[in-house]
């Protein structure tokens, strides 16, 4: 499905995640604006588990405009690890370097629209017209992106099975938020409980015994897709979370 489909099919639902992204890390001029608008036309499709970069491999950033992705790291004996969560708005592969071999796999979780990154790198490798504000917008997301990691760190090697839970469900909250995806502290989860296992370090009946007792402890409902947030206040505490900058 193209991004032009996906528009004309809700067009409430998939407002140009990439232009709000980056409009809210960065003050844009009119012309940097119209580069976020234009790079649009250029999105294509992949399928779930499409695998949208390669590690070790140098390849062209892309900008992931609709679906989830994720970052991965396979272990010889098939099992996974997580490491990162892309959503959309997000740049799949450096935000500030194209040059250098990609450290990480990415993979889709869902079906994902993407489009190429180039225009926006430009901004920062000086192929093109200077651009501060993009400039500045990609030097914060890749700052964004080194914080969730090591917050990614803390909550593997220091946290509970339920505190990872509560965090990682937070984070999404803040991510989303950020793009509009977040109404009356609901959002969609298009993830299975195994994704979750593999981001968080737990086997699949741990995560869904912690979310048996998440529920029975009205911090949050998971059903149907959908998160809803009851209980924020509480959950950032529990999780000691500190909402990142950009």
């Known amino acids: 499905m193209s ?23 960065a003050d844009l001029s009119a012309e940097e604006m119209d580069i976020l608008r234009e790079n649009v036309s250029l999105a ?11 590690e070790g491999k140098v390849q062209m950033p892309q900008v992931l405009l609709a679906g989830w992705a994720c970052y991965q790291r396979l272990l010889g004996d098939g099992r996974r690890q997580i490491v990162d969560f892309l959503l959309p708005g997000d740049i799949i592969g450096s935000p500030t370097r194209s040059d250098l071999p990609l450290s990480r796999t990415a993979i889709a979780l869902t079906q994902v629209v993407t489009a190429d990154a180039r225009p926006l790198m430009q901004a920062i490798d000086g192929s093109g017209p200077v ?3 993009l400039a500045r917008a990609l030097h914060r997301m890749a700052y964004a992106e080194d914080v969730r990691q090591r917050d990614h760190i803390v909550r593997l090697g220091r946290q509970t ?17 950020q793009i509009g995806a977040v109404h009356d502290d609901r959002f969609a989860l298009p993830l ?6 593999d981001a968080l370090g ?17 911090l949050f409902d998971m ?10 206040e509480l959950m950032r505490a529990m999780a000691d979370w500190t909402p990142p900058i950009g």
């Open 131 to 133: 651009m501060p504000g």
């Open 192 to 197: 299975t409980q195994e994704v979750l296992a």
């Open 3 to 25: 991004w032009s489909a996906i528009r004309s099919s809700d067009t409430s639902r998939f407002e140009n995640p990439l232009v709000m992204r980056m409009a809210g890390l």
């Open 161 to 177: 099975a339920y505190e990872r839970v509560v965090h990682l469900m937070l984070e999404f909250h803040s991510r989303l938020q």
């Open 223 to 232: 059903r149907s897709g959908q998160v809803t947030l009851r209980q924020i």
């Open 44 to 54: 294509h499709s992949s399928a779930i588990q499409a695998e949208l970069c390669t």
């Open 202 to 218: 737990l086997s699949v009946v741990h995560i869904n015994r912690t979310l048996q007792q998440i529920r029975r402890d009205r």
